[in-house]
């Protein structure tokens, strides 16, 4: 694809992204409030998988990358498999909110400079126990 197939292709994607988080995000939340509630967890994992797989399609890079990161610190927040379970929890929802930021950045911009959102893939890696990108 195109570097400008992609931006078009973010035109339309982008809204479907953002409706596709905000379900992840009032799942994750109700998480927070019961954290047995394994069926809000597979919901969010569920969306966040959605996500992952859209942006791959468009082949933007940081974007993608973001979002498999966060397919997996979900995966593995369903699998007990995270020392600190909730604040494994807040950098997932901090991930979630700043995603459809980013994508605007990278709409406006027609650039996606993967590099800027390492600080958030370094985040989503190290609480689970991951090195950090460099």
């Known amino acids: 694809m195109s570097a400008s197939q992609d931006f078009v292709a973010l035109d339309w994607i982008k809204g ?26 597979r919901s969010c994992l569920t969306a966040l998988h959605q996500v992952h797989g859209t942006l791959r399609v468009v082949e933007l890079q940081g974007p993608t990358q973001v979002a498999e990161e966060m397919e997996t610190l979900a995966q593995a927040l369903m699998n007990q498999a995270v020392d600190d379970g909730e ?16 994508l605007d950045r990278i709409q406006r911009e027609q650039s996606d400079n993967p590099v800027l959102l390492l600080p958030i893939v370094n985040n ?4 689970r126990g991951e090195a950090a990108m460099e």
């Open 124 to 127: 989503l890696r190290t609480i």
């Open 87 to 102: 604040r494994a929890q807040e950098i997932l929802m901090q991930a979630i909110l700043q995603v459809p930021s980013h």
């Open 16 to 41: 479907e992204i953002a409706t596709i988080l905000q379900r992840a995000q009032t799942a994750l939340e109700a998480v927070v409030e019961d954290p047995s509630d394994a069926t809000s967890m």
